[in-house]
């Protein structure tokens, strides 16, 4: 139980990859808050008290800084605290650079920055250095290395890699550590969409021949949660199974 007693709030816990960190942290012993728009976030809860665990969804759109503060509020008054927040929630819409709107521009920062910089801002308010307490943010492997098709997307991630970097300098003083993780191509509702021939490619730029799985990034997720990683600060993890973007 490597997150036993500990107190955490994932983001973009719908689905993908933030249900399956959320279902993971259950396991290890944590206390969520789940934050999501769409009512599958209640499933995802519903489906982890029923398992056992300890976890309440709270609807809302982190593009309006109310949600933020409700989140944080929750974790104030459901968890008595917060030890670990992940901040997964994100947006990725694939368009060649020419074709990206102003609003979709917009929106992916909105998402997948914006929120980031805003939730941690509030989370460090009611974290406790003394509890080896932990931010961990999803950037991207098309934040490391860049992506075609998804210039906007990879330029909203980088600024993840950076504020992680940044971030986990300042706070290190307060104890508090700040790590990203990097997937590569995740087996997930995002991808799936995607053309056969685009699948094919993607999959032949991997060293391990397979996509990776929600779960396996969740893993890694559980690390840099626990008191495993508690000398790790400032450090972006790939999950990717050496892929070359």
Do not use: W
């Not at 102003?102 to 910089?117: K, L, P, W």
């Not at 559980?222 to 008191?227: E, G, K, N, Q, T």
């Amino acid at each position: 139980m490597l997150l036993e007693g500990r107190t955490a709030l994932v983001t973009g816990a719908s689905r993908g990859i933030g249900a399956a960190i959320a279902a993971a942290f259950a396991r290890e012993g944590a206390r969520l808050v789940l934050g999501g728009r769409s009512a599958q976030v209640d499933a995802v809860a519903d489906g982890i008290r029923k398992a056992g665990g300890n976890a309440i969804a709270v609807r809302g759109d982190l593009r309006d800084e109310a949600s933020a503060k409700a989140l944080i509020a929750a974790c104030r008054k459901e968890l008595g605290g917060l030890d670990v927040l992940v901040n997964n929630a994100g947006l990725m819409v694939a368009s060649r650079l020419g074709m990206a709107s102003a609003e979709s521009i917009r929106e992916h920062f909105e998402v997948n920055v914006f929120a980031t910089i805003a939730l941690t801002q509030y989370a460090i308010r009611i974290m406790d250095g003394k509890r080896n307490p932990s931010i961990v943010n999803l950037a991207s492997i098309a934040g490391t290395q860049g992506m075609a098709d998804l210039s906007v997307y990879s330029a909203t991630k980088g600024a993840v890699v950076a504020f992680t970097l940044a971030s986990a300098k300042e706070l290190a003083p307060k104890g508090i550590r700040v790590n990203a993780i990097a997937p590569g191509f995740i087996d997930t509702e995002l991808v799936r969409g995607i053309t056969p021939e685009e699948h094919r490619r993607r999959i032949d730029s991997i060293g391990m021949g397979r996509a990776g799985t929600a779960e396996e990034v969740a893993g890694a997720a559980v690390f840099l949660a626990s008191d495993l990683s508690r000398y790790v600060t400032g450090q972006v993890l790939g999950v990717d199974g050496g892929m070359r973007a």
